[in-house]
Each structure stands twice: as C-alpha cells, then as structure tokens.
C-alpha cells in the first residue's frame, strides 16, 4: 500500500512536470513569434510615417497656396473696409488687421523658403544618389545654404551614403 501511494505520487509529479515543460516550450515559441511579427510590424510602422511626413508636406504646401489666396482676398475686403470706413476707430482697427495678415505672410513665406531649400537639398542629393525606391532621404544638419542629406534604407533603416549639399552654389559632395 505504501509503495502504490509513492508510485501515484511520484506519477502525478511527472504528469505536472511534463505539462509545466510543454506549457513553458509553447510559450516560449509564441514569444519568439510575436518578436519577429513585432519588428516587421514596426519596421511596416516606419515607412507608413515617413510616407505620412511625405504627404503631411505636400499638403502643407497646398494650405499654404491655398491660405495665400485667402488672405489676398482679406487685404481687398480690408482695403475696401478702410475706404469705406469714415469713424476713426474702424480705421485703426482695419490698419491694425492688415499688419495681422502681412506678419502671417511674412511667416509663411519664411516657411515655404525653408521648405522650398529642403526640398531643393534633398532634390539634389536624390539625383546624385539616383533613382530607387528602396530609400529615403533625410535632413540631419542644415546650416545657411550648406545641408548634410543621409540616405538611409527603408527597410532597416541604415545609413547608406552621407551627402554636403551646398544649394547655393549646387553642389553635392559625398561624406
């Protein structure tokens, strides 16, 4: 009687043992799994950002265009506002606007000339690196007319050329 009870447990001990060994096995194998699906998932995340960065610019552009046309047509109202404008008070206040609006022009364009020499930067590294869809260009340094474009991978994300490119004087050296 003695030795069946050890026999039962030492049975039930090995039973445990072996579902606690094929548990920790699975486990492990869905852990490895979902690490690979998690780095191609994330390196899926990275090129839908820098296509996102792409349009988010090209729509930029378009506001900007489009916010142009509109605040041309604010300074003509305004203009109009202040012809017809006879108290002194509504004078001010159009003159006031008017201020308002060429500063935000004035900040636009600033803008736009910044995204216009990155544009022209990255445009001329593009052509000395030529053409491929395998890449992406990004600005790491801009100083003046002076920028410093990497080539980078897009499916690891590696640096594959440095380049200087002086939009001034149209010049790309590689680093």
């Known amino acids: 009687m003695k030795y069946k009870k050890i026999l039962i447990f030492l049975i039930t001990f090995i039973i445990i043992l072996s579902c606690a060994l094929i548990t920790f096995i699975i486990l492990s194998n869905n852990t490895q799994n979902v690490s690979n699906d998690t780095v191609e998932e994330n390196m899926s995340d990275t090129e839908n950002i820098y296509q996102n960065i792409i349009q988010e610019d090209v729509n930029q552009e378009n506001t900007i265009e489009d916010s142009n046309t509109s ?71 801009s100083s003046g007319d002076k920028y410093y474009i990497c080539v980078r991978s897009k499916a690891t994300t590696e640096t594959l050329a440095e380049y200087e490119v002086d939009i001034g004087k149209k010049t790309v050296e590689i680093k």
């Open 71 to 141: 605040q041309e047509e604010n300074i003509q109202i305004n203009e109009t506002k202040q012809n017809d404008a006879t108290d002194s008070s509504d004078t001010v206040n159009n003159i006031a606007n008017n201020e308002e609006i060429r500063s935000e022009e004035d900040t636009e364009v600033n803008e736009e000339s910044k995204k216009n020499k990155d544009q022209i930067a990255t445009d001329l590294a593009k052509n000395e690196w030529g053409d491929d869809e395998s890449v992406y260009y990004t600005i790491d340094k």
